[in-house]
């Protein structure tokens, strides 16, 4: 039997008022919900499925309205499953990591989310790692660390997940996951299982292969270092500190705003800085006070304020200092 979670089967309001506006709105709602009620009674996984979800739980933002549908695979054949019935149905998907580098809007997402959550397997194999790709990165920091294995430790306390980290390529005190980062399992645009061998070529600043395609990695294998475990844990203190003094966990945000790739001869915090961006506010969206690269939910925020801030952001870099940034923070759902 298919596990459905509360939530489904949410009925429709009665159409109120008589603008056509509404009427359009209220068909559109009714038909979605249909679909989305019809494709649930389709999908036959062992993980859990839901409709509705507020995605504000979600992400390290903490906006984002709901995903009609969400689902938590917890197999490889689960993801086949879900990405099939989506086919089928004309329904785009997403799949959500750590949701750390995403902004999803106030009326969320039309569509299939695939949470990865459930891959989390952390195994070793000689100086290798073999990670599930919705494992935090961090905890495979730590664990390795543990295991006297070094690679990781420049990930520690950065939020997201294993397969996030690949996707996006991060890159923080100098190094980039691409420098450790062997292979990748993942389902094909065909749906079909394929293994994917590194090579550096193929990845740039905060670039990777995978950002070209439609794709769902499931597990990544790291080449490691034997190492002090005591010396890993100063250094991974060291990165925690450092995060802290920058107030990556004082609020909820997505870290860097816009890359940091110093194509302008400056760090871009320090190229917003200059702008006086710092503390700049709509709503409860703000610029961080200790840092003029970070936008922080200060409570409430709605994603359309966050939104508004970081097109200030852009727009006063280009207007007063003639150079156009490149987002990071990803942009998903209905806006
Ligand atoms: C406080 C803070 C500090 C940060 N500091 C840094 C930093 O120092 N360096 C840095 O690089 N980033 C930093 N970030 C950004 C973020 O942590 C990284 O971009 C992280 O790698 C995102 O991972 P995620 O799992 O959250 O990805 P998500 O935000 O969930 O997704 C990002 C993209 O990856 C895709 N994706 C995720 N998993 C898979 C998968 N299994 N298969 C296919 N596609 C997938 C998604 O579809 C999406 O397009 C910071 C964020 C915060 C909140």
């Not at 197999?75 to 004309?90: F, K, N, R, S």
């Not at 990165?137 to 664990?143: K, L």
């Amino acid at each position: 039997m298919r596990p459905v979670a509360p939530g489904v089967g949410r009925s429709i309001p009665a159409e109120a008022g008589n603008s056509g506006w509404k009427r359009t709105r209220d068909f559109r709602y009714a038909t979605r919900v249909a679909t989305v009620n019809k494709l649930l009674d389709k999908i036959n996984i062992s993980g859990t499925v839901r409709t509705d979800e507020p995605m504000s739980g979600h992400t390290t933002f903490e906006v984002g309205g709901p995903a009609d549908l969400y689902a938590v695979p917890q197999t490889v054949a689960d993801i086949i499953e879900l990405l099939a019935v989506a086919e089928e149905a004309g329904l785009s998907w997403f799949v959500l990591g750590g949701g750390a580098n995403v902004l999803v809007s106030d009326r969320g997402i039309r569509g299939l989310v695939i949470d990865m959550r459930a891959f989390s397997q952390f195994r070793r194999e000689d100086d290798e790692l073999v990670l599930g790709t919705g494992l935090p990165i961090s905890d495979a920091a730590e664990r390795a660390a543990e295991l006297g294995l070094a690679g990781l430790e420049f990930l520690y306390s950065m939020p997201g997940s294993v397969g996030g980290a690949v996707w996006m390529n991060a890159r923080c005190y100098g190094y980039s996951i691409d420098e450790v980062l062997e292979s990748v399992l993942y389902l094909d645009e065909n749906r079909r299982p394929r293994r994917y061998r590194a090579r550096r070529e193929d990845f740039a600043y905060k670039r990777s292969p995978f950002q070209n395609r439609r794709v769902v990695m499931y597990e990544s294998r790291f080449r490691m270092r034997p190492a002090d475990p005591a010396e890993l844990r100063e250094r991974m203190s060291e990165y925690y500190r450092d995060r802290e003094s920058k107030g990556h966990f004082s609020a909820p945000s997505a870290g860097s705003v816009f890359k940091n790739n110093r194509d302008y001869g400056a760090p871009t915090g320090k190229l917003l800085d200059g702008l006086g961006l710092r503390g700049f506010q709509v709503g409860q969206a703000k610029v961080s006070d200790l840092h003029a690269n970070i936008v922080i939910n200060t409570g409430g925020a709605t994603a359309a304020e966050i939104r508004a801030v970081i097109e200030h952001m852009d727009r006063q870099a280009r207007a007063q200092l003639g150079i156009q940034l490149e987002r990071e923070v990803l942009y998903a759902g209905e806006w």
